[in-house]
C-alpha cells in the first residue's frame, strides 16, 4: 500500500512565524502535492511537484513555497504565518500521468492553527 | 458553472439501506473518475477508480460514470454505520496529472 506521511498532525504558529510542513511518500511516485481544506471551499491546490527540483504553482499559491530536494519528500513553506492560513494542509501523491492517469493517495494531514 | 458540482449533504439514511452519492461536471474532456472517502481528522482514502463510461464494482460499492451525461455516481450496499465519511467525487482529462475535486457529501449511516 502507498504510503504518505505529514510530519505533523497538529501544530500551533503565531503570526509571522515561518512554517515548515514535511511530506513523504514511500512508492517512488514523481509527482507530489500540497492542498489545503477548508469547509465550504473543499480541497484547494496550492503547489505540486512533478520531478526533483521541480514546481508548478496550483489554484492559491500566494503566501506558500515549497522545496522539493528529493524524491520522496516534498515540504511547504509559509513564508510568514498569517491567520488566514489556519486550515488543514493535506500532501498527496501520484504516478506520473505519462504512465495513464494515476489517483492521488493522500496523508492523514496537518491541522495548523495560526495564532 | 463550476467544473465540478456535488450536494454537500448531511444525507442520513438508516443501516442496510443502498445509499446514491452523485456529481455532476461540465468538462467533457474528464476521462478519468474516481471516488474517496473521508472519516473525520483523516486524509481522503481512494475507493474507486474507473476509466471513461460504465460500471464497476468492489465488494458493496458501485461507480457509474455515464459521459454523456456528465453525471458520476457511488453506489453502497447494505450500509453500515462505519460507512458514515465525507465522499468526495474527484476526475481528471487525458494525462492531466491535476484532479478536479467536489466538494464532498457528508453521509451518516443511522444504525
Known amino acids: 500500500d502507498v504510503k504518505v506521511t505529514q510530519s505533523s498532525r497538529y501544530l500551533v504558529k503565531r503570526t509571522g512565524e515561518k512554517v515548515f510542513l514535511e511530506c513523504v511518500q514511500d512508492m517512488d511516485h514523481e509527482n507530489m502535492f500540497w492542498y489545503r481544506q477548508d469547509p465550504g471551499l473543499g480541497l484547494r491546490l496550492i503547489y505540486f511537484s512533478y520531478d526533483v527540483k521541480m514546481k508548478e504553482k496550483g489554484d492559491i499559491p500566494e503566501g506558500y513555497s515549497v522545496s522539493r530536494e528529493k524524491k520522496e519528500r516534498f515540504s511547504l513553506i509559509l513564508e510568514s504565518a498569517s491567520t488566514n492560513q489556519t486550515s488543514m494542509y493535506l500532501c498527496?501523491?501520484?504516478?506520473?500521468?505519462?504512465?495513464?492517469?494515476?489517483?492521488?493517495?493522500f496523508g492523514d494531514g496537518t491541522r495548523l492553527s495560526i495564532l | 458553472q463550476k467544473e465540478v458540482e456535488q450536494d454537500p449533504g448531511p444525507l442520513s439514511v438508516p443501516e442496510g439501506a443502498i445509499v446514491s452519492l452523485n456529481c455532476t461536471y461540465s468538462n467533457s474532456a474528464f476521462q478519468y473518475f474516481m471516488w474517496y472517502r473521508q472519516y473525520s481528522r483523516k486524509g481522503p482514502e481512494l475507493l474507486m477508480y474507473?476509466?471513461?463510461?460504465g460500471n464497476k464494482e468492489d465488494g458493496r460499492f458501485t461507480a457509474q460514470v455515464d459521459k454523456s451525461s456528465k453525471y458520476i455516481s457511488l453506489f453502497i450496499r447494505d450500509s453500515q454505520p462505519s460507512d458514515s465519511a465525507t465522499y468526495l467525487c474527484?476526475?481528471?482529462?487525458?494525462?492531466?496529472?491535476?484532479?478536479?475535486f467536489g466538494k464532498g457529501t457528508r453521509l451518516h449511516i443511522l444504525p
Open positions: 474527484a476526475m481528471s482529462a487525458r494525462r492531466d496529472d491535476k484532479i478536479i
Open positions: 498527496a501523491s501520484s504516478l506520473l500521468s505519462g504512465r495513464g492517469n494515476q489517483p492521488q493517495h
Open positions: 474507473t476509466y471513461s463510461s
